[in-house]
């Protein structure tokens, strides 16, 4: 077993270490990560950023507000999901042998280290380096007199008519508490009958900004604090002896009857009844007064481990509206714009070559942020509408934009008489509401809706595009790593392939009419679909990489995704190590697989980065000599997308494309400035910045504006 070197970022309480002998058979559990356990090593790689003096000062508060909103969802839907199967008594093992009792033992103590350190990243080093720049949060007790005259007035003018004290006890029904939101706790004394009582009230941070300026606009105070400042407004007559402040986090996960007859008006039911779903996480600051406290755990039937008691602030995703607060660019990231892929315009003059001009003279890539999504992918979908040729546009929708310009462009195709199709997947999970609306939209305007499978999420990335030309139609294809979605797609690193191949246009057409009619395709001619063929796909691309691999022709798989818990794929790839195969494996987040086991994964080696945008794309690489197969889509190696979902992987043929997707892979591999290695033990260890300086998102920033240079022949502006 590697040795283990000390490193301060890394807490001995966020690793397994379970000690795996060498020999030990590859159906052994004891050669599995447990998947919750190493999400929560993902999200401690997160704070570990929040933490990086290195980091500009609000992006570091970005890390601070991701590591909570992320959290937020992993008791929603991991957690609660836990506490259901011990409620039920389910004792199902997981791959590595862990019940759920196990596993929330475990969870529930790195969870509390954590935020101790997360709490005081934030209290103890975040919050005074934000003063001294100049963005100040305050407490009341911390304003002059000018600064209390101000919150007085916002809160007699904005705050105080949108309150709503509610009782609690004296025979009345505990009030309905919302899922994530804020609320103060107050202790009343009734000085006419001598009584204490408890009331709450909400801290309407959804209707109001939870950080209330002052006046300049770069200082603030957290409006639970000006609340609680003023509770003598709220209560007259009444003694305030005490208050606390209070979240709760609500259970989120649900499910969709495959025998719904309509699974529209299903999935509404079920968004109704997750806002009553069973409380699985009581947040309050430290020290509540038991007189608050107890009262709280009684109503809401909670027991000792889904209480959370946190110094500072509650709900730190909140402070993403301190980082929107405007000016001090130099606090910040370099701005970044992405620029237009080099074949999508001209050589001479710099104006735009038509996405489908381009297509016709060969295959493209396109790489995001690096590479606009507004000239690529959007562009490629209005150009259709306003063709006249173009006879059918189809496309999924997974998670999109509220604004987003691709589902307004299908209903003017639907306007301009041209067929328009769009799979818009309603269970898309915290995105069903807008889902939703857009299916409702697109619906009224006469495009044809369609929801998908019963029972598998469509999940795969896909737009088919039918032209007519001459005596023949032509299929134009972009399958992709990402979502449809303006914003992410500035955020996200994500790739997109564009082509006119007549196979892969076939097998998207194919995989159309799966997802909206009743065909069953067996099997396609390029594509690797789930749940039709992608398993079995991989599992034969990485036993044929075992085949050809020699002393003399070495092979190498390379993948890129953001989870990895498969146990077949685990295995497959413990028996391509085993055969000598080099296995390198750039995994954003969860990772199941245990690297650099002797007999087992000695050559495999597990790298996760971070940075400025989310690594979200996946691709497959297996080289074999001469033999080289590689893939990008939608699906990460976990049951549920090879299982219960509709995927899409699609080949990259063209040597140049794979080549560009090589380097990606490599540079990924090489980084040392926000990168970190996996362990045997489980701990994920933090890359010394040793010899060159290698920074992949910073290197594909530069080669994205050399290659957009090279290609109008001036500099970009």
Known sequence: MPKRAPSKNTSSKTAERDVIPPGTDVSDGSLFFNRELSWLAFNNRVLQLAEDPSVPLLERVKFCAIYARNLDEFFMIRVARLHEQMSNRVARLVPDGSTPGDTLGKMHERILEQGHRHADCFESKLRPALAEKGIRIYSMKELDAEGRAQMEQRFREQIFPVLTPLAIGLGRHFPYISNLSLSLAVLLRDPVADTENVARVKVPKELLSRFVPLKGGTSFVPLEEVIAHHLGALFPGMEVLDQGLFRVTRDADYTVSEDAEDLLVAVQTELRQRRFGDVIRLEVQTGMNPKLLEPLMEALSLEPQHLYEERGLLDLSDLMAIVSTPGFAELRDPPWTPVTQPRLQSEDDGEVTPVMTAMRRGALLVHHPYESFTTSVERFVTEAVEDPDVLAIKQTVYRTSDKSPLVPALIRATERGKQAVCMVELKARFDERTNIRWALALEEAGVHVVYGIPGLKTHAKAILIVRREG??????????????????????????????????????????????????????????????????????????????????????????????????????????????????????????????????????????????????????????????????????????????????????EDPTLVAQVRDILDRCLAENTHAWVLQADGAWLRRPPEGEKRWAQQELMERAVRMAQASTGRPLP
């Open 471 to 652: 005596e023949k139609v032509r299929h134009y294809v972009h399958v992709g790593t990402g979502n449809y979605n303006s914003k992410t797609a500035r955020l996200y690193t994500d790739l997109g392939l564009f082509t006119t191949d007549p196979d892969i246009g076939a097998d998207v057409a194919d995989l159309f009419n799966f997802l909206t009619g009743f065909a069953r395709p067996k099997s396609f001619r390029k594509l690797l679909v789930a749940p039709v063929n992608m398993r079995e796909g991989l599992l034969e691309e990485v036993r044929r990489t075992i085949a050809q691999h020699t002393p003399e022709t070495p092979s190498r798989i390379v993948l890129k995704m953001n989870a990895l818990v498969d146990p077949m794929m685990i295995r497959a790839l413990y028996d391509a190590s085993r055969a000598g195969v080099k296995v390198e494996l750039n995994i954003r987040g969860i990772c199941c697989l245990r690297p650099q086991m002797p007999g087992v994964s000695e050559n495999i080696r597990v790298i996760s980065t971070l940075g400025r945008f989310l690594e979200h794309s996946r691709v497959y690489l297996f080289e074999r000599g001469g033999d080289t197969r590689c893939y990008i889509g939608s699906a990460d190696l976990m049951p549920r997308n090879l299982d219960h979902r509709v995927e899409a992987l699609t080949p990259v």
